[in-house]
Each structure stands twice: as C-alpha cells, then as structure tokens.
C-alpha cells in the first residue's frame, strides 16, 4: 500500500508542479520589489498595496469541488453554482478515481483533498442510483457509476479500505503533519512559505475584514472570490507543531466491506 507524503500540502506532490508553482510566487515577489523599490523587504510580508505573493492557483476545498465529488448525489446544488449542463461537460465530471488523480498530480489548477465520504458510508455518493444523463466521455462512453482502482471490488469495498488506510499506523504516525499544514503553524507566514503551502491572502482570516468594507461592489467581490476559490480553516495551531498520535500496535483487518460493517473501530477518532 502507498500513501501521499502528508507533510506536503497536495498542490506540491508533483515536482514539476511546484517548480511552476514556486516560479508564480518569485514572480510576484519580484515584481513588488521593482514595483516598491523595497529589495530589502521580507518576502511574504506587507509591501503597501502589492499583491501578497502566493503559490496555488486553486484552493484545496471549495464548494465547487466538494460538489465535484457529490454530483451524483445532490445534482440539484451543482445546478445552483453553474449555468450549464449538470456537472458540465462530461470529461470534467468526477468519473475516474485513477483520472481525478492523476488531474491532481499533473493540472496546475486542480489541488483538490478528498472529502469525508470518501472514507465513511458505503460508497453510494459515486453511484449513478438516479440515472442521470451525465454525456458521453470523449471516447464516447456513457459517464455513469464512478471508475475504481483495481484494488477496489465494489464503491462500498473502496471506501472501506480507505478507512482503513486513514486509520492504520502509518498515517497516525504522520497524520499531525497534514493537521499542521491545514489547522497549524504551517498555514501561513514565514513557515507556510518554507513548507510550500502559500495560498492567495483572501483565503486566510487575518486578511478578511468586511467591517473595513464600505463600498457594496468591493464587498460583493471578496465575497464572490472567497466562495469561488475557498478560505483555509481557522488557524488553531499557531506556535508549535501538533503532537503525534499514539499508535495502537494491534490492527485487524476485515476480510470483505460485508464484514467491515460489523467490525469494531475504536480507534476512530483522529
């Protein structure tokens, strides 16, 4: 079994990503110091009116990406984001778990982490259960159930062993490094810049302030960018890293998804 690197935000598990990623932030950084005659300035910090260096062209959660996912469950909300088509044309709908990863490692403005259903429920949220007309792919197949690995026997299989997966000794062992990249001391300044996990300021609290806001316009547009590109969770962690989870060192593993459902999993908490 292999796992992602948690201790690198999802945007820089590709290395030629980051390299394009990092040429973004240099080049803004760059241009603030032409642009302000500040060289001397910490890159990172506040230079007047310039735009605050970042890296990622898309943000990790979204609305639209949480409805990526669930598109066939709740068709209905996708209708409400978007004036096309439900779900949009066929080849950007979530359809291939082998696909969407690959999107993730190689396609600079998809950053997307998965969400919960991915690790709990019996996977019916990538079942096409309703029959929707969701097009035909660019090699003409009709776009239905979602496509699995082939480690996955069934959506319920899948989703099982993710749970498992996310609760095994390898990722408690590490999964305070991720918690401190999203929830911690790593989310931003200096150390959000030395670990790669810069996002556009108006994702971050400390940057949003609608009570300085006196024009509607002005206001309506935050809101609108902050809906479109999502905000980072509060900052919970703000000083040091978060301790590791204590290992359980027994592990047992169901057999089938059958027998998952009742297994006992008392070290659900994270």
């Known amino acids: ?54 890296m990622y ?11 990526y996912y669930l598109i066939r469950q709740v068709p209905s909300y996708i209708l409400k984001i978007q004036n096309e088509s439900v779900g949009g044309p066929p080849d950007k709908i979530f359809h291939d778990v082998n696909i969407s990863w690959q999107n993730v490692l190689n396609i600079l403005s998809d950053n997307k982490e998965l969400i919960p259903e991915f690790y709990f429920g019996d996977g019916s949220f990538m079942k096409n259960k309703t029959k929707l007309e ?19 026997s069934s959506h319920q ?14 990722v408690s062992a590490n999964l305070h490094k991720w918690i401190d990249l999203v929830f911690g001391y790593l989310q931003r300044g200096d150390r959000a810049q030395f670990s790669n996990n810069l996002f556009q ?3 971050l609290e400390e940057h949003v302030d609608f ?20 905000q980072c969770p509060k900052q919970l962690f703000q000083n040091a890293p978060h301790p590791q989870r204590l290992i ?9 998804a ?13």
């Open 1 to 54: 079994m292999t796992f992602r690197d948690l201790s690198k935000p999802i945007g820089a598990h590709s290395t030629e990503k980051l390299e394009t990623f990092k040429s973004k932030y240099f080049e803004i950084v760059n241009k603030q110091s032409i642009n302000f005659q500040s060289l001397g300035t910490e890159a990172g910090s506040s230079t007047g009116s310039g735009e605050k260096p970042y």
């Open 157 to 170: 299989d899948f989703v099982m062993k993710n749970r498992y997966a996310l609760e095994s000794n390898h």
């Open 248 to 256: 359980r060192t027994i592990s047992i593993e169901p057999k089938s």
């Open 211 to 230: 009570s300085q806001l006196t024009n509607p316009l002005q206001i309506d547009a935050l809101t609108t960018q902050i809906r479109n590109f999502g």
């Open 258 to 270: 059958s027998a998952a459902e009742s297994a006992s999993t008392p070290n659900l908490e994270l």
């Open 134 to 152: 969701l097009g035909l792919n660019h090699l003409q197949q009709k776009v239905g159930d979602v496509s699995l690995p082939r480690w996955a």
């Open 201 to 203: 300021p108006h994702t």
């Open 57 to 67: 062209l898309s943000h990790y959660s979204t609305p639209g990406i949480v409805l």
